[in-house]
């Protein structure tokens, strides 16, 4: 058997993911890691010069590694819940304030942080106070450690992934300075702020709510029966910064880059210059910071032509990722959507380009929907497991609108660029942009109306997640190994 360097990075990889991952779901104390360090000694003694068993050794170490990394990380929680106190002390808010439709979450660090051990504190404040990013605050109120309401949701963990640990119970507060945090940072999240505005002045509502979503992300501009329809309708991944989303727009902007004369390869660096500025447009987020990365991956993937070098770089930014903060390989929804829907476009993208896209190019359309059903196969156990939800119109509605997105976002960008500096174009961009909008809005609309549009999954557990990617797994090696031999006839 040929083991070539390629194949011992993916086992390498794969194995600590699978460290972590059952660290996540079972017990697994130090006398197992200690068990695993010393089954691994054993085996590459007795016959450390035979390739395989090296490997196999060395990924018994690095699964032992993912263990010991997941272990060490939910450590830390298991410490705080004897520090529940009241506090006062300055505090900075060091994440743009996230609107929710009856208050604000707010996220600060406090000063002196080395001196509590408390690190990052959630609270709630009222929906006019006028906070923002930097903000220096005299707060007071009660640390509690979070609890779980529910057996569904472990709402613990989910804070935990980010580094919250805390919440911050009835605070009370004053403003006492500004633009504390990153100058760079602060200029980015203002910037934003004033797209926003833009936005909200040349576009009609509804269709600025969902502008805004699909340029900077988040549903929380949309209203709540409209959050219900994308919901109803599998369409809320489109104002969700993701892998996919990213990749879909990339796409374009290296058929744009060709259209305009540009060669492949500067097409392919122009649409990552791109990916660049959508991230830094929505303000950094470490959900965008993800998503960009998975996007230039697939770019990468798709201009090198090359599966196995595409599945290790897939698979070494997931371990990257896990390995600086393991919590997120069950705790992060975001991070295992972008994950595996940017694996199911790389494993079924021989199969889609061999049938379909060879034959029916239609200016990239044919590529973009085979994307759509190759990340929704792969992503929905995911979504049925957590949101025990299933919509029958996902995959129509993905295919009536999902081609059109990158062209309405085109066309809000250009809206906010010349509402800066030529404002009479902004009027016309803004009025086409707003035929897109209303034709996604109507779309989710009339489809959300129908009673059969979603249906409640409650049965859906972790054996049927099992299988379903077992069964997937079967059959991408089948049809990879299919097409291997019809390239070889």
């Known amino acids: 058997m040929n083991i070539t360097k390629s194949k011992i990075f993916l086992v390498l990889f794969l194995s600590f993911i699978g460290g972590v991952f059952w660290a996540s779901f079972f017990d697994a104390g130090i006398i197992f890691v200690l068990v695993l360090l010393i089954f691994a000694i054993i085996v590459f003694s007795l016959s450390h010069r035979n390739k395989i068993v090296l490997t196999a050794a ?59 051990g408390i690190g990052k504190v959630l609270l709630r404040a009222d929906l006019f106070d006028e906070l923002e990013y930097g903000d220096v605050l005299d707060l007071n109120c009660k640390l509690e450690v979070p609890k779980n309401f529910s057996d569904d949701f472990d709402y613990r963990m989910y804070l935990a992934k980010d580094k919250i640990h805390y919440l911050c119970q009835n605070p009370s507060f004053k403003k006492t300075g500004e633009n504390s945090g990153n100058i760079l940072y602060h200029w980015i999240l203002k910037g934003r702020k004033k797209c926003e505005e833009k936005i909200d002045t040349l576009i009609p509502a509804p269709g600025a709510a969902l502008a805004n979503g699909l340029l900077f992300g988040g549903d929380d501009r949309l209203s709540k029966s409209m959050q219900e329809k994308f919901s109803k309708t599998g369409m809320t991944h489109i104002v969700a910064v993701s892998g996919y989303n990213v990749t879909i727009i990339a796409e374009y902007l290296i058929f744009l880059g060709i259209f305009l004369g540009l060669w492949r390869k500067q097409a392919f660096y122009a649409a990552v210059a ?19 990365i998975m996007g230039t991956l697939l770019l990468w993937a798709a201009k090198n032509g090359r599966i196995a070098s595409a599945y290790n770089a897939i698979i070494c930014a997931g371990g990257i990722m896990v390995f600086a903060n393991p919590l997120l390989l069950r705790w992060d929804i975001g991070f295992q959507l972008s994950f595996l829907a940017a694996l199911g476009i790389i494993a079924t ?68 660029v010349f509402g800066f500096i030529f404002p009479p174009l902004a009027v016309i961009f803004s009025w086409i942009a707003h035929i897109f909008l209303r034709y996604e809005v109507g779309v989710i609309d009339w489809l959300s109306g129908f009673s059969w549009a979603s249906t409640e999954v409650s049965s859906f557990s972790w054996p049927w997640i099992v299988v379903w990617y077992a069964v997937l797994t079967y059959a991408v090696v089948k049809m990879n190994k299919y097409l291997k031999e019809r390239e070889e006839e």
């Open 349 to 416: 993208g021989s199969f889609w380009e061999e049938f379909f896209i060879k034959k029916f190019r239609a200016f990239g359309f044919t590529e973009v929907v085979c994307m759509t059903v190759s990340a929704q196969i792969f992503v929905l156990p995911i979504i049925l497991f957590n949101f025990k939800i299933f919509s029958v119109v996902s995959l129509f509605a993905n295919l009536l609108i999902l081609t059109i997105i990158p062209i309405t976002m085109l066309l809000v960008f250009l809206t906010v």
């Open 274 to 292: 791109g990916i660049l500025l959508f991230v830094v447009m929505i303000g950094l987020p470490s959900s965008g910071i993800r998503a960009g």
């Open 58 to 116: 060395f990924a018994v170490l690095f699964f032992a590694l993912g263990i010991w990394k997941m272990n060490d990380s939910v450590s830390v929680l298991d410490e705080l819940e004897w520090n529940e106190r009241d506090i006062s002390s300055r505090a900075i808010i060091i994440k743009e304030p996230e609107m929710k439709e009856k208050y604000q979450k707010v996220i600060v660090r406090f000063e002196n942080e080395d001196e509590l």
